[in-house]
């Protein structure tokens, strides 16, 4: 019975790892002020050409009202999931970075959830031990997939920076994905605690 708890644990861990990688983490869109776009592209149609050219410009775009344009448009729109993070490193040819965040955000928890599985459901013999061992040794790494989220929350936001000026506000939505992640990271680490691993005997 006092394993009911630890199992449970663990199944709702992974059942929420799943949906956490694969459902998107963040969306980022961008958005431009119709006039401030219209503003930006006469000045840069101007300095092309003369004083006067501008000045015409500039009371063309007065008399046809674009200096008083409403509303926004959207420029730019990505929403990702951590696998979707992995592919898209690796399509750009990040292979290492892929690698790592593939492996801490999605490898290392589903084999240390695993493991626990397996460490409660089994009785006590020579190989538990050693199991809980190689389970003590992973949960050194339990903070590592926090950091990869934010390291992925972070990526997004800085391609998105490098990809747009001044002239678009961006705004950053967190999708399901992240929730889901977080509610893994904070069962994982329940059922961390209540698993007592049985000490190695000499």
């Known amino acids: 019975m006092r394993l009911l708890l630890p199992i449970i644990t663990i199944l709702i861990a992974l059942a929420l790892l799943i949906p956490g990688v694969t459902q998107p983490v963040l969306t980022l869109e961008g958005k431009i002020d119709k006039s401030q776009l219209a503003k930006t592209g006469i000045a840069m149609i101007a300095d092309e050409g003369d004083r006067n050219t501008r000045n015409?410009?500039?009371?063309?775009?007065?008399?046809?009202?674009?200096?008083?344009?409403?509303?926004?448009?959207s420029a730019y729109q990505k929403?990702?999931?951590?696998?979707?993070?992995?592919?898209?490193?690796a399509?750009?040819?990040?292979?290492?970075?892929?690698?790592?965040v593939a492996l801490f955000s999605i490898?290392?928890?589903?084999?240390?959830?695993?493991?626990?599985?397996?460490?409660?459901?089994?009785?006590?013999?020579?190989?538990?031990?050693?199991?809980?061992?190689v389970i003590q040794g992973l949960s050194k790494w339990s903070m590592v997939d926090v950091f990869v989220i934010a390291l992925i929350v972070s990526y997004l936001a800085g391609n998105a920076d490098g990809q747009?000026?001044?002239?678009?506000?961006?705004?950053a939505e967190f999708g399901a994905g992240f929730w889901y992640f977080t509610g893994y990271c904070l069962f994982a680490i329940a059922a961390s605690s209540l698993i007592k691993v049985e000490p190695k005997n000499s």
């Open 56 to 73: 015409m410009l500039m009371m063309a775009s007065s008399m046809l009202g674009l200096d008083k344009l409403e509303g926004e448009i």
């Open 79 to 89: 929403t990702r999931s951590i696998w979707g993070t992995v592919d898209e490193l």
């Open 91 to 100: 399509d750009n040819k990040n292979y290492l970075v892929a690698v790592l």
């Open 107 to 133: 490898a290392i928890p589903c084999i240390k959830l695993l493991m626990q599985l397996v460490y409660c459901l089994i009785p006590m013999n020579k190989f538990k031990p050693r199991l809980g061992q």
């Open 164 to 171: 747009m000026g001044e002239l678009i506000n961006m705004h």
